[in-house]
């Protein structure tokens, strides 16, 4: 996904002029195209995020179009007085790609795992959160994020993750997408946890449960009256997401569901990082299984909710 990525912000460049990049300590040889053929609108500014985000308002204000790369813990905890007072405050147009969605870095510890980025960005007035599912949903938003006003962080994955987005499926921003109907239960998604819905809702096919899947890449805007007409059949719905329960997807949908008003209750359960650091060192797949985000935990977590014992 950052391949796609950081490729399409190239192809982007090529086209607008007012297209810069901004990396921080990327690499060796990222971004090289762009350096080569572009140099005056490629800047590699080492470990100093704050400065970073700084000097990328600075240049939206003067005009620019500016995509900044990092780590997502760097670019959200590290400076986050910055995204608030430089990009938000001003409406700044810089693009956060954030790489390391989740626990993608896992093997090194907290320090880089982002799980909290999500809630904290979301609560910054004016921040636009993205977060697409694969490679191929990543080419169809990055077209959509040059002319879009105000500051975006999109969230990627570690990379190589499962394509499972429609390659005829469109993209716009504040829209969600329905990647599998169902008439009984509904899984909620948000980036690379789309495949992890989509194979529960499998598991759940075979116990005859007819379980939907609805991918949220927009977290802000929300699509919040699509939300509500999907919910609206459904008997229970699970949220699941590579972020902590608090404040996250899981929260947003939460307050859509309170406001709903539905004449018949609906079941409703979180499935998330729980609301502590991670206590263990391992791969992502490792921590996912820990935590009880993986296909299986999801399936047997909706038929518990409507009652169905395994």
Same mark, same amino acid.
């Given at each position: 996904?950052?391949?796609?990525?950081?490729?399409?912000?190239?192809?982007? *460049?090529?086209? %607008?002029?007012? $297209?810069?990049?901004?990396?921080?300590?990327?690499? @060796?040889? #990222?971004? =090289?195209?762009?350096?080569?053929?572009?140099?005056?609108?490629?800047?590699?500014?080492?470990?100093?995020?704050?400065?970073?985000?700084?000097?990328?308002?600075?240049?939206?204000?003067?005009?620019?179009?500016?995509?900044?790369?990092?780590?997502?813990?760097?670019?959200?905890?590290?400076?986050?007085?910055?995204?608030?007072?430089?990009?938000?405050?001003?409406?700044?147009?810089?693009?956060?790609?954030?790489?390391?969605?989740?626990?993608?870095?896992?093997?090194?510890?907290?320090?880089?795992? *982002?799980?909290? %980025?999500?809630? $904290?960005?979301?609560?910054?007035?004016?921040?636009? @959160?993205? #977060?697409? =599912?694969?490679?191929?949903?990543m080419r169809r938003l990055l077209p959509r994020t040059v002319e879009h006003p105000g500051p975006i962080y999109i969230r990627q994955g570690k990379g190589g993750d499962p394509v499972v987005t429609p390659p005829d499926q469109d993209f716009a921003i504040g829209r969600l997408f329905l990647l599998r109907p169902g008439r009984d239960f509904l899984f909620i998604t948000t980036g690379t946890m789309a495949k992890t819905a989509l194979d529960a809702a499998r598991l759940l096919a075979e116990r005859g449960l007819d379980a939907g899947v609805v991918h949220v890449p927009s977290l802000k805007p929300l699509d919040t009256e699509g939300l509500r007409m999907l919910m609206e059949p459904v008997r229970g719905v699970i949220t699941l997401e590579e972020h902590t329960i608090l404040g996250g997807l899981g929260s947003a949908v939460a307050e859509v569901l309170a406001e709903a008003g539905f004449d018949s209750p609906k079941r409703f359960r979180r499935m998330g990082i729980p609301d502590a650091f991670a206590d263990q060192y391992g791969s992502q797949a490792t921590l996912l299984a820990h935590w009880g985000l993986t296909a299986e935990a999801s399936a047997l977590r909706a038929a518990a909710l409507l009652g169905i014992q395994p």
């Open positions: 996904m950052r391949a796609a990525c950081l490729d399409m912000v190239y192809e982007l *460049a090529k086209q %607008d002029e007012r $297209i810069v990049f901004i990396g921080s300590d990327l690499g @060796v040889g #990222a971004m =090289a195209r762009f350096k080569a053929e572009m140099p005056s609108r490629f800047f590699m500014e080492g470990i100093s995020e704050a400065h970073v985000v700084g000097m990328a308002a600075g240049m939206a204000m003067e005009g620019r179009i500016v995509y900044v790369n990092t780590i997502a813990t760097f670019l959200t905890r590290r400076c986050y007085e910055q995204l608030a007072v430089d990009l938000c405050l001003h409406q700044a147009n810089v693009r956060l790609l954030a790489t390391g969605a989740g626990v993608a870095y896992a093997p090194l510890g907290p320090t880089h795992q *982002a799980i909290e %980025d999500l809630a $904290i960005l979301r609560a910054l007035p004016g921040m636009t @959160v993205l #977060a697409p =599912a694969d490679a191929t949903e």
